[in-house]
């Protein structure tokens, strides 16, 4: 038999009675301690009192926030539930009643006003008691019973959420309906922080209206048919992208119009080929540009609207199709490789697209030119419209043919690239006309480029019409970049930079930038690069205005003398900043055929730098233009003794010139020295004026046709230092830095000042 509560068989104190009475009587001892300290008394009354004093083990319930306190030792009376020392919290009643209030209705506890705003109907815990709002309470505002608040139970709470006849048992935010849930309510509002999921067989819904808002994610997902029946308007807003999918087939009925709205971007994916049937489709782009992107391309529909798109069906030619569409209207190619056979002809008032499509002509081509555009001047179909147009094409003529022709008036190219032309990159009319006819084109931020760049062709842009604008445009490899011939002039240039070649090649000698033949010509910022002459304007019947030109080499293999402008004839030139980089073998000005201008005809015509370079040539009529237009020029001399002055004029002019001359150095005055130049005659020193030195020779020299004559001035004894050179008079004159007197001059007079002022 099992006797737990007898001492083991065993122990050696097993028969000792007196240690058995011992022992009994301490456990009694131990006992009725244990059970007088450890024993739980309930104070009655349960509510705690501040007057009431209590013993030790004694539990009492704070009447105001429900919170169960024991006293650990006894409690005198007037000591606070707060006093750790005496009291210690067992169970926090409140909290309990707290979560269980609130998850009923808003708790404001003991608050008299509003912590938040209530609505109407809303219920709220107020004093611990619960309430229906009557009207809307804004945050702040007092809560007045019996006024905008009434007296509410948990039923009406219930009943107002889910209906007076509501069977259901609620499980963990589980609500299982037996059998059938009518709710009947003015307002209904159902607020779930969570995840709600509805399952039903048929859901059937009628109402007035119907907002659904999502602040995340909205998902149908339909296994069977969906049907939309609107009997009004609909409207469609979509604020962000859009992706729709269909895997079958996609049927749109619309007995009215139909209008799409789309606020962000949207994109439609379709797995088959999409068909678009229409009278008429009109595409409008705030934007200025309406982009169709293909996988490898782009087709951008820029402030255009084409009649047609056409895309390459026959690698081998595609110039009948492309005629073909241009004879009927506007025409816009898809991004690509195109190969031409016969020439594109754009009809007057029509326009071709190319969205950076290439346009490569055959080997087998035989024809002058790869584009013509408007009507053929000489049936007298000449274009009137200004929306003649090629734009943002490339043509590559692989050496067989020039680029385009213009044969209609107001035509214009726009933004394309001409490769590798056989001599012309552009012909604007035909050349060799004699018509002087306007033609009115507008070519802008278009380029003739020629690789290798050792390979020239002969002209880049060539006007055989008048009244032309040239905007940002740039020739690479020509021989001359822009040509206005006879039959052109009124010529605008802006921003135009043409580029010669390599001046070892063949043909570069005859290089020139701009050439321009014929009445009225302005250039504004242009730059002409490595030409041997600059401008060319021998045979401008017409004014000539410079507003910013640049002249420049970028190398010197060919050592020929390279002029910036060269000038003829009696053609006013006006304008301002004029650079032309200085080197040995660059002439800033020249005047062809030795004929020296008038005064009048430089009269606002001014270079960036007033000082000659060390290398300035004495042929330069550059330095005619500062003496005659400045009256003085500066000269630089300090580490030299001498310097030579030109001072006749062409021998085939009758009139004679008399000049006379004033030169200041740092050494020296000279004062009144004065020659007379007549034509094919020798010359005459009307006066050898005073010098304040003794040590100053002026020789004069001429060469032996009698067209040039010198004046060299030297100090025989020293350098000069700088000089100023005031010249009287109308003379032209030329002052070489550094003087080589030719072979042929021939010594006519010669003077040394011995006597100083």
Known sequence: MYTPWLIPEGHEYQYDLGWL???????????????DLKTIHYADPLQWDITTQYSPNTVVVDPKTGTAYMSKIPVPAGVQLTNTDYWVVVFNYQRIYDKIMSGVAFNDQDNLEASKDIQKYDFVWFGGDLY????DIPQGSKYIPDVN?????IAD????????????????????????????????????TGDQTVNAGDIAETSANRTIKTTADYHVDVDGNMSDHVDGVTTKNYGGAVTAAYGSSLDVGVTGTYSADYRGDATETYAGKRNVSVQRMQLTSSAKT???????KTLDLHNVTPDFIYNKTDNDDSSVDINSLLAKGNVMLVPGEYTIKSPITIPSGNQLIGNGANISVSTSFTDDYAIIIGGDPDSGALSTNTQTLVENISITCNFVCNGIYIRGKRCNVQNVKINDVSEIGIDVFKYGNNKHTPSDAYIAYTEINQHPITKYHKIGI???????????????????GIQSTADGGGLYCTDCHPLA??????????????DLQDTGTVLTNCYADNFKIGINIVSQKGPLTINGFTYYCWEYKNVEMRTGIQLGGTVPIAGSGVLIAPSPYVRRMLWKDYYWPTIGQFSTLSFISSNEPDNFHYDDTGLQTEIMTNKNYIKNVATDKSFALIVSPDATKENFMQNTFDILSEEFILSGLT????????PTITSWGVCSATDVTVTVKQSEDKTQTYLLIEKNSGYMGNVNVFPRGIGAVALPRTFTAPSNLKQTHIHTYTSPL
């Open 290 to 296: 309406l982009p169709i992107v293909f996988p490898d």
């Open 157 to 192: 709470a219930l009943a107002a959420y889910y209906g007076d006849t509501r069977t259901a048992s609620i499980t963990n935010d589980t609500v299982t309906v037996a059998e059938t849930q009518k709710i009947a309510a003015k307002n209904r509002v159902i607020s779930v």
């Open 501 to 514: 070649f390599e001046s070892n090649t063949t043909g570069w000698s005859d290089s020139i930038g701009f």
């Open 21 to 35: 009475v011992r022992k009994l009587l301490s456990f009694e001892t131990e006992l009725n301690t244990a059970i």
């Open 149 to 153: 608040i009434v007296s509410a139970t």
């Open 462 to 480: 060539r006007l055989n019409g008048t009244d032309n604008n040239i905007i940002a445009c740039r020739t690479l490899g020509s021989q001359i």
């Open 675 to 682: 020659l007379k130049a007549i034509p094919g005659n020798t």
């Open 132 to 135: 229906q709002a009557q009207r």
